[in-house]
Antibody, heavy 123, light 108 residues
């Protein structure tokens, strides 16, 4: 059974940092691209960042470029999102999501999602 | 960036109704279109990928069609568990992977 367990969210002041983690199990982690997608309270889904199965390619939404860094540890089946210089508009539930297609360098569709971890940026 | 526009933003329907949700892309995306269902407080769930492919385990009352810029998600006979918000998402010209704003299906 595929499982994605996201953690690391919490309350942080504007300008602060957080590192989100997503521990994966139930599939060959190193075969699949992974993404982070967020959802602000009462709003729709917004893609944030993605990383290829090997970690060799990373992708970012313009609104996080230069502030967030995605990475993965294929030996520990975990993907991370380092978030720096956080802003109020970054307040959201952050989901990690697995790509549908094996060995794709970038996501095609998101077939499994973690439960989400809440990030609140406020003073 | 490719913009995805869904219509309607919300709809009210009864159990047993046929429901159609439309998604329009700001430029052609071939068939690189996926549909998700999200229930309150839960993560999204992939229903349809590549415009018309039903994900394994998803009930056959869900179907998708379209190509280019115009796509539809159809629920042939609405069931109580189908009341949720539905999102389309393109994976043609990326990054970014963009979602529609969502369509909330409510009970009439």
């Amino acid at each position: 059974e595929v499982q994605l367990l996201a953690s690391g969210g919490g309350l942080v002041q504007p300008g602060g940092s957080l590192r989100l983690s997503c521990a994966a199990s139930g599939f060959i982690f190193s075969d699949y691209a992974m993404s982070w997608v967020r959802q602000a309270p009462g709003k729709g889904l917004e893609w944030v960042s993605a990383i290829s199965n090997t970690g060799g390619r990373t992708y970012y939404a313009d609104f996080v470029k230069g502030r967030f860094t995605i990475s993965r540890d294929n030996s520990n089946n975990t993907v991370y999102l380092q978030m720096n210089t956080l802003r109020g508009e970054d307040t959201a539930v952050y989901y990690c999501a697995k790509d549908l297609v094996r060995f794709s360098s970038s996501p095609d569709a998101f077939d499994f999602w973690g439960q989400g971890t809440m990030v609140t940026v406020s003073s | 960036d490719i913009q995805m526009t869904q219509s309607p933003s919300s709809l009210s329907a009864s159990v047993g109704d046929r429901v159609t949700i439309t998604c329009r892309a700001s430029q052609s995306i071939s068939s690189y279109l996926n549909w998700y269902q999200q229930k309150p407080g839960k993560a999204p769930n992939l229903l349809i990928y590549a415009a018309s492919n039903l994900r394994s385990g998803v009930p056959s009352r869900f179907s998708g069609s379209g190509s280019g810029t115009d796509f539809t998600l159809t629920i042939s006979s609405l069931q109580p568990e189908d009341f949720a918000t539905y999102y389309c998402q393109q994976s043609y010209r990326t990054p970014p992977w963009t979602f529609g704003q969502g369509t909330k299906v409510e009970i009439k």
